[in-house]
């Protein structure tokens, strides 16, 4: 069972920054992809961005030139740098990742982001 970590979330205003943060509960090195998602109210849950072991990434439209994923081995951890947020970023954002040789997921439990004046 992997179990996933999220911090970093929180309220700032538009144009602003946030970094989030997903802790693995063992060696990274054993995950395929790690990524992020997001749920913003009344709204269904959309893919925001994926880091697979070879480093290689993956971005939805909407967020391509403003997020960065990246993935610390050292660490056991992966981070999403949100730049110049908008009101339509404001979502719980959740980490998911896929095991080598395994299809079921695994999810934190999300952290906010509201982007507002």
């Known amino acids: 069972q992997v179990q996933l970590v999220e911090s970093g979330g929180g309220l700032v205003q538009p144009g602003g920054s946030l970094r989030l943060s997903c802790a693995v509960s063992?060696?990274?090195?054993?995950?395929?992809?790690m990524g992020w998602s997001r749920q913003a109210p009344g709204k269904q849950r959309e893919f925001v961005a994926q880091?697979?072991?070879?480093?290689?990434?993956n971005y939805v439209d909407s967020v391509k030139g403003r997020f960065t994923i990246s993935r610390d081995n050292a660490k056991n951890t992966m981070y999403l740098q949100m730049n110049s947020l908008t009101p339509e970023d404001t979502a719980v954002y959740y980490c998911?990742?896929?095991?080598?040789?395994?299809?079921?997921?695994?999810w934190g439990q999300g952290t906010q982001v509201t982007v507002s004046s």
């Open positions: 998911h990742a896929q095991r080598f040789g395994e299809i079921h997921t695994y």
């Open positions: 880091i697979a072991s070879s480093a290689n990434t």
């Open positions: 063992e060696n990274i090195f054993s995950i395929y992809v």
